[in-house]
């Protein structure tokens, strides 16, 4: 089975989207919602999934913490977690969850789409090849939404690291799981992922703190070819 979790912070604007998308998945799933303390519709519009199981963050430690939660109350052998404003492509995510069931990987992921608030395509994004090269040199490779990982995999780095990260514990935790020399990572060659951008995520907004953050945990930062070769392939 396959736990995704969904943290929700006054999200009532995206979240029913993220539900069907999520509702109309093809394979054995659960479908986790973290709220951190939601005082719009967002729950209101949740409790009308019954596919959904809720949760409430007591602890005001951020998205990262959340997300643990989450992963940590999860009964599924494979995990991933999907924002409340992104959304899961039909077939795509099928596809990832049955190589990976089937296979000795540990984390497969795939390409995904870049959509503005109308659900205008702004940026095709491909995994890129090479995934564990270039994370261990700083780059994430795919889309954070659009890969799903082992549950022991989780658990032997430690999960987030929700104490010292509240922009780029997603790029942590995928470096170490790169540092891992045992650990298999598959591209599947498919779209399995919406990722809505709009200015007003935690991301677009605390880009010299996800540097900072970076930093501290000695994640590497890559050098100017690195990235060019990065851009080109991941069009």
Not at 19 to 40: A, F, K, M, N, Q
Not at 72 to 87: C, H, Q, R, V, Y
Not at 126 to 132: L, S, T
């Amino acid at each position: 089975m396959l736990s995704i979790i969904t943290p929700t912070l006054n999200s009532a604007e995206f979240i029913e989207k993220n539900l069907i998308s999520v509702r109309d998945l093809d394979i054995p799933y659960e479908h986790i919602i973290v709220d951190g303390g939601s005082t719009d519709n967002t729950l209101s519009i949740v409790k009308r999934y019954k596919n959904v199981k809720v949760l409430h963050q007591t602890e005001k430690l951020g998205m990262y913490q959340a997300i643990d939660m989450g992963f940590k109350n999860a009964n599924g052998e494979f995990i991933t977690w999907l924002n409340s404003d992104d959304m899961v492509i039909p077939g795509g995510f099928e596809q990832m969850y049955q190589y990976i069931v089937k296979n000795r990987a540990d984390l497969v992921y795939s390409n995904g789409y870049v959509v503005d608030k109308s659900g205008k395509i702004l940026k095709t994004v491909y995994g890129r090849r090479f995934a564990k090269y270039l994370l261990q040199n700083g780059i994430l490779p795919f889309i954070q939404p659009a890969s799903i990982y082992r549950n022991e995999l989780y658990s032997k780095v430690g999960g987030l690291d929700f104490q010292n990260f509240r922009i780029a514990g997603d790029l942590d935790l995928f470096y170490k799981f790169s540092k891992l020399t045992e650990v298999n990572f598959k591209k599947i060659n498919v779209f399995s992922i919406k990722f809505l951008l709009y200015g007003e995520s935690l991301g677009d907004k605390n880009t010299d703190l996800a540097n900072q953050e970076r930093d501290r945990a000695q994640i590497p930062r890559p050098n100017v070819l690195l990235r060019v070769i990065n851009k080109i392939l991941s069009y």
